[in-house]
């Protein structure tokens, strides 16, 4: 079983926090924030309005979660403000437009998937390798 230990794999919990950052804020950026970015009038048209404000406005906050928040998690830079922003993105869209669903058609499984990770990094923090635990008022939050 001497296979199976993989010690050439860091055995870091602050380069798992990198991956996972870069695993979740690159592929919410390019799968999904920066097609809404770039063709926001299109999905204006047609973007629904789960939280009551307008669909423009409710489309501009899920690109400033997918794309503004996004970046901010591949950087590690206010780590966890931009997991909760994300994670509350992930809440309206598996909470209310895929109403909670996890099987079937219009499932949130995906959604319910990434505000689990989102959560997560909130909790855990960027790790060693985030920028924010460079700055001085990131409240002492340095090893």
Known sequence: MKFLQLNFIPQSTDFA??????????????????????????????????????????????????????????LGLWTRFAALALAINMGVAFFIAHQHSLSGAGSGELAFIYLASYVTIFFAGG?????DRNLPSAGGSKK
């Open 127 to 131: 790790g060693s390798f985030a920028l």
């Open 17 to 74: 926090l990198l991956v996972l950052r870069l695993w979740l804020g690159l592929t919410m950026l390019l799968n999904h924030g920066w097609d809404k970015l770039t063709h926001f009038s299109a999905y204006a048209e047609k973007f629904g309005n789960p939280i009551g404000i307008g669909a423009t406005p409710s489309l501009a906050l899920v690109v400033f979660a997918e794309v503004v928040a996004s970046a901010l998690l591949v």
